[in-house]
């Protein structure tokens, strides 16, 4: 059999480390099918892919555009694929050979305003209509889609009115790097990890951020994000005194990262929607206290390992967080025995046998 991969996202955060994941784990398990991954050429691939049965094709088509919709069809249908594996959304809906698709949340259909896009009015809701019409077109023609969690798998019945038999939910793995303590990392610190979308609701995490500095805590707050547009506007409207509670880190090692949540009070996530739950995974490892808004795929992933809170509430937050600072070892010590419990049901090798099998029942279809 020989599969396609679109590997343009690699080194975006998030569907970046599900499409490295997957094939690292595929380089290991398949020995049969031959693979061609469809990769952008400055993520570099050929210096980490060595597999001979595992050939990259580069390709200078961002995304989201119309070389997507017009050039990448004809360039897959050259290489005589059996079966395409689209592992974002954002595919040519004109394409006509076999394919599987990934879907990871549907976070665009509840949030649909101009507040979650750089772009003017106009040019936003043009892109939001050629959204919608992609993501329903894509998800129909599937032969097989593979959601992240039961919660996206409600979301896909939902909002695309597709049959529950043709989605099978695949969890993903986390990188299992326990981290240790370091002098740098030696005060107390709140982290985050992720975006700065309007969806991940972080003005909430500030105010009570900035509720726990005025009863005298002396916390920090680290976010592991980019310092885009996004990022810049959250800021933008703080006080000094605000902003110097919070330490940006970009583009840091798995290293830096698992020591991050090894030595942090807590992480926070306090999500409107997500469509998995990686960042939770990853605390887990590292024995790291986990603080969550209180949504269905979080309670999905994190079950009783998490302290759960009103997204919608920044007291609620703050009451949540003075709770984790006064927990006593012994109470630490259960939610992290529970977490790692947890964790040991995810897996990316497990991940991954899953996917080819989906990719073998679908060519049977």
């Not at 580069?58 to 990448?72: M, T």
């Not at 079966?83 to 040519?92: D, E, K, R, V």
């Not at 019945?157 to 989605?167: A, C, G, Q, S, V």
């Not at 006080?239 to 919070?246: A, E, G, N, P």
């Amino acid at each position: 059999m020989r599969i396609g991969i679109d590997a343009r996202l690699w080194n975006q955060t998030g569907v970046g480390r599900y499409i490295k994941n997957l094939i690292f784990n595929l380089e290991q398990i398949d020995r049969e099918n031959d693979y061609i991954l469809f990769a952008r050429k400055e993520d570099n691939l050929t210096s980490e892919i060595k597999n001979s049965k595992f050939e990259i094709r580069e390709i200078d088509i961002p995304w989201h555009s119309l070389g997507e919709q017009l050039k990448f069809p004809k360039i897959i249908s050259k290489e005589k694929i059996d079966l395409m594996h689209f592992t974002y959304f954002s595919m040519p809906i004109i394409y006509s050979g076999k394919y599987v698709l990934t879907v990871h949340d549907l976070i665009l259909h509840h949030f649909s305003t101009g507040r979650a896009s750089t772009k003017p009015f106009p040019i936003f809701y043009a892109k939001q209509f050629f959204y919608r019409k992609v993501i329903e077109k894509s998800a129909k023609k599937a032969l097989s889609i593979i959601a992240v969690s039961y919660t996206t798998k409600s979301e896909i019945i939902d909002h695309l009115k597709i049959e529950p038999k043709k989605i099978k939910v695949i969890y993903e793995g986390a990188d299992i790097k326990t981290g240790e303590k370091t002098k740098d990392l030696d005060f107390p610190y709140l982290l985050y990890v992720g975006n700065a979308y309007p969806h991940k609701n972080l003005e909430v995490l500030v105010e009570a951020m900035k509720e726990l500095v005025q009863r005298k805590e002396q916390l920090k707050l680290i976010m592991v994000c980019k310092n885009d547009y996004f990022y810049k506007r959250l800021v933008s409207g703080l006080d000094q005194k605000t902003r110097d509670l919070i330490i940006l880190k970009e583009n840091i090692s798995d290293k830096e990262l698992s020591d991050l949540y090894f030595n942090a009070k807590a992480l926070v996530l306090p999500s409107f929607m997500e469509g998995f739950g990686l960042p939770i995974l990853e605390a887990f490892a590292s024995s790291c206290t986990v603080i969550a808004s209180d949504i269905s795929v979080f309670r999905e992933i994190g079950k009783g390992a998490l302290i759960y809170f009103d997204p919608q509430n920044a007291l609620d937050l703050r009451q949540k967080i003075e709770y984790v600072l006064s927990l006593e070892d012994s109470k630490k010590g259960e939610l992290n025995i529970l977490g790692k419990e947890i964790l040991d049901s995810f897996s990316w090798k497990k991940m991954a046998k899953e996917t080819l099998k989906i990719y073998e029942s679908s060519l049977s279809l």
